[in-house]
């Protein structure tokens, strides 16, 4: 069969294929457009998941540094606590050795005073007197074993041997704060 078609119509339907055509173009154009949205969309909305799943982890991370700096806040708090105390006994053990340092001096400078001997074994301390009698006498008694009358002054010898060679040996107790000659040395062999 054949059909008559004007010119205006036939025209009219040209120009609606080419529009047609047209907007099968732009129809691919936007699903083009749509999809990359779509892909866009969810690379979205994978980065938003990645974000909050940090953030979570974030949060959390925050939470353990927080508690961490709380307990070492507590433990720095205990720690000048002691050390507060520490500093405390510190100054009263330097009162209590300023103490017993002057009553060390005063006792020095009365054995000093009163001519007191120290008694050495080996060169060790074994007694203090108050004569050189009572020294010697100390060592003389049996049981420390110096031989009575063997006892030399350092004139006597031409060198002392050490102290820690000599069985007994008595020193006039002298202070060490005042720069004196030596103290008299008297040992016996």
């Known amino acids: 069969m054949i059909r008559i078609i004007r010119t205006t119509a036939l025209a009219a339907l040209h120009e609606t294929a080419d529009r047609a055509v047209e907007l099968e173009d732009k129809l691919a154009v936007a699903r083009t457009d749509h999809d990359d949205a ?8 994978a ?11 974030a949060t959390a991370t925050i939470t353990a540094l ?28 330097r009162a209590e050795a300023r103490t017993a340092r002057a009553e060390v001096i005063e006792l020095r400078d009365a054995l000093a005073a009163a001519g007191t001997v120290v008694l050495l074994h080996y060169g060790r301390v074994h007694s203090i007197h108050s004569s050189q ?3 010697e006498a100390a060592a ?25 060679e000599v069985p007994w040996r008595w020193i006039r107790y002298l202070p060490r704060t005042t720069p004196t000659p030596a103290a008299p040395v008297t040992e016996a062999a």
Not at 70 to 85: T, W
């Open 66 to 93: 927080t508690t961490a700096r709380d307990e070492a806040q507590q433990h720095a708090d205990g720690l000048h606590e002691v050390l507060r105390q520490c500093t405390r006994e510190r100054d009263a053990a």
């Open 133 to 135: 009698a009572a020294a």
């Open 47 to 57: 980065a938003l998941a990645r974000a909050r799943a940090a953030l979570t982890e």
């Open 38 to 45: 779509r892909a866009e969309l969810d690379a979205t909305r």
């Open 140 to 164: 003389e008694v049996a049981r420390h074993g110096a031989a009575p009358g063997r006892w030399v002054t350092p004139g006597e010898v031409a060198e002392l041997p050490p102290a820690s």
